[in-house]
């Protein structure tokens, strides 16, 4: 026979098995019918473009492997070289380019011929990966320096901005040296230049060479693998026979006092040494317009020299110049003592014509709108004074030198008003310039906007009412009224005091709670024509603005039950204790 203890030891294993085993065999079964749900969507793609194999001569430089790789959730990359890691690192999408130098920089290419494959890989965020290999190989450099031979070329002594370039390709540049040779003794066969190259292309300046001799300039170019290339060029200098170069500018006409005129020969020489203007009078008025600030043409000479190597132009100011018609004679000379002439007529008329104007059309605008202008610009060329008057009042008047003239049109009173500017130049020609603006009256409304009314504690039963609200008009606010009372039909009325900005505010005084007290805000504009605007009657009912206070009979409960409370706690400590 069990005992007592084992019994009940194995009625409760059994109690736990039979409520420990549903719950496996539950766990078990929703196990097999409700497996793990699989993602719905497809893991994203990634791409990467096939690069093709390619060569390069042992030394080349700059180049690379550019490869496009594309992932809707790119992660990162790698570059192995013949399967050794090469680069790595976060990949965001885009272009991954790998500089091709480095193969020099650690020295690989020491045996020739040297093929290198380059992978790269990339992955995505799910590890999903797409990779390209490039085969890479480096040939030994057989081929000398290849040069561009630049063409022979003959100019004029004194001439200047002469050069040689020669436009050079080699992967291993080395050194280089220019000679020249010449039918001039003193000249020949001379190393004018030598020195390390770094492969950039080679340019010499060749001016200054003397005339009647050709000179030969030859370009040796090594590189580091013992390869050289030569190229020469004839350089043939001939010497100055020929006039200066000068241009035939056309005559010139413009009307007394017009400003900005001159004569400008372009001229050239490869020896270019001294020029002389001579002017001619063929007709001079001292006495025509305003001869203050004129002057007659004096002849000039000077050394003549420019910086450009095909010339330059000389430029002389005509302004200024008396009423008359002139020959202005520009020679010019070159250090042979050869020379070249040109003449330009010039000729001012009289100034017939008055002050040319041009202004705004006629136009109107509402009442106490702004930003509105007339302008005149006005073409003269001897202007002297103005006159400008607004609806036959001078506003203003005074010297004029031809510039513009602007009036403020804004602020004018409702109706019709001319701008009438008076322009006269030197000779007393007048023109006359009439301007209307419109001014049409104010068809706006004021406005009323945030309508609010204020309750406040007066006395018990009693709430004070006030009104404020923000008022706006173009033209001003002329007036603003609070029209109140308990029958819209007899209201009180109460001028509206501007507190800060548009906002205007009025008290009423107080009133019983429960009162309906009607309301409304009547504004008025300042413009001529006062516009009105009453906003709709409102209707508020006053309500107590004063505290709620506890009625009596609660706090006498509230209390009565504190005090049984406070007995009942008393008759069981005591009861306790006499136990």
Sequence with gaps: MFSRRIAKSIILVLCLWLTVSPAFSRVHSMTDSYPYATSPYEIAEVSIEDVEDFELENGTRGERIVWNATADEPKNFTITRDGETYDSGDWFGGLLTLDLDHVYEENLTYSLNVTFTFVC?????????????????????????????PDDFEYEEGSFGHEIRWNLTESNPDSYNITRQSNQETE????????????????????????????VFTLFA?????????????VTVKPDLTNPELSSPADIQFEFGAKGNSISW????????NLSLTIYILYLNDTYGNTTSLNSPENFTAEWDFDKPKGDNITFTIDYLYLGNYTFELTVFDDFGRNASDSVNVTLFRDLRAPIVTTNDTFSYEEGYTGYTVVWSAEENNPTRYNLTLDGSVIVAGSWDGENITSDADGLAVGLHTFNLTLWDYFNQTTISLVDVTVTPDAHLPQVNQLQVLQAYSSPGMTNMSVQSYV???????????????????????????TSGDFYFASVGAYPVGTKVWYRVVATDN?????????????IEIRSMQSDRTPPLVWGGI?????????????LYFRTKTR
Excluded: C
């Excluded at 090594?222 to 004839?234: E, I, K, P, Q």
């Excluded at 001229?267 to 040494?273: E, G, H, M, R, T």
């Design 188 to 215: 020949n066969f001379t190393v004018i230049e030598s020195g390390d190259w770094d492969g950039d292309n080679i340019t010499i300046n060749v001016d200054g060479l003397n005339a009647s001799y050709w000179y």
């Design 222 to 234: 090594n590189d580091t693998l013992g390869h050289n290339a030569t190229s020469a060029v004839n």
């Design 472 to 498: 706006w008009d173009l033209n001003g606010i002329e007036s603003v009224t609070l029209e109140w009372g308990t029958d819209p039909s007899n209201p009180a009325t109460k001028a509206m005091n501007q």
């Design 266 to 273: 372009f001229a050239y020489d490869s020896n270019p040494k």
């Design 559 to 571: 209390l009565a039950l504190g005090i049984l409370s406070t007995l009942v706690i008393l008759i």
């Design 527 to 539: 413009s001529t024509q006062n516009n009105a605007y009453a906003t709709e009657w409102a209707v």
């Design 121 to 149: 890989t990339v992955f995505n965020e799910e590890n999903e990966s797409a990779s390209d290999a490039v085969d890479v190989t480096f040939y030994p450099d057989e081929r000398a320096p290849i040069i561009e031979e």
